[in-house]
Every structure is written in C-alpha cells, then in structure tokens.
C-alpha cells in the first residue's frame, strides 16, 4: 500500500468579457496567461494559502521566469471557460505550474500551457522555498 496521494488538480471558472477579444471576435493571446495566474493563484488558495502569505510571512515572492502557452482552438465573448491548474514540479528555488483551458460547454481543449517561477527574496536573490511551502507543493504533485 502507497502512501501517495493523487496529484492536485485545481478547476476555476471564469467568462470571457468582450474587452478580451479582438477584432475577430476570439480571445486575444496575451489573455491566456492572465487566466494561467487567476488558476494560480486559486491553486494556492485551495493548498491553504496565498501569495500573500508567502510574501507577508517570508518576505519572498515567486517570479515567472518563462511561460509558455499552446494555442488549439479559439474561445469567444461570454464563453465560460475551466482553468485547470496542477504542479508539474517543485524544487528547492523554482516552482513549475502546468494549465489547460477548457470550453466548459463542451470540453474542447482550447489551450495548454505552463510557468516556471524561481523564488527571491526582497531584493531580488534567490532564495529556497520556505519548508512549509515546500512539503505543501511536494503533496499537491502527490509526492
């Protein structure tokens, strides 16, 4: 018997605004990245903490330092749309979220993509996880 647990997969919802779209009525580009950070942030949230947490409690922030994002079909005005968010690796100063968008109307894969963050202190060194963080992201990968 495993003591594993399966790895955390966290859905949010959002709907596309028109102010998001372009002139060909699809969901500009750079907007996928700002609905990687809403399933983010969720993420943290139902891990039992915030960004806010970290930086209050540690002084340390978690930057992006690439980001990438495979577009496969287009989403449109008023669709609502599923953030999928898991960790697809953590280790001691760099954490790598992994993301799929979904239609929530029929399930259609509209992209996937993902972040890598390395971990710095208040000026800008970086600086290990904090131990509690850690073991936090460690669980959520079912490690």
Excluded at 6 to 34: K, W
Excluded at 84 to 90: E, I, P, Q, S
Excluded at 94 to 121: C, K, M, N, S
Aim: glycine share 4%; with cysteine; hydrophobic share 40%.
């Amino acid at each position: 018997m495993s003591d594993k647990h399966p790895p955390i997969v966290c859905e949010s919802r959002l709907r596309v605004r028109y102010a998001e779209t372009d002139q060909m009525g699809v969901v500009y580009h750079s907007n996928h990245f700002i609905w990687f950070e809403v399933g983010r942030v969720e993420f943290m949230r139902e891990l039992g903490f915030t960004y806010r947490d970290l930086e209050r409690e540690y002084s340390c922030h978690i930057a992006v330092v690439d980001a990438r994002c495979r577009y496969k079909a287009p989403a449109r005005y008023d669709e609502e749309i599923i953030v999928r968010t898991h960790m697809k690796n953590v280790r001691e100063s760099l954490v790598h979220f992994g993301y799929e968008l979904l239609r929530a109307e029929d399930g259609a894969l509209l992209a996937e993509g993902e972040t890598t963050h390395i971990v710095i202190d208040k000026e800008m060194r970086i600086t290990p996880i904090p131990e509690k963080y850690l073991a936090v992201f460690r669980a959520a990968m079912g490690k």
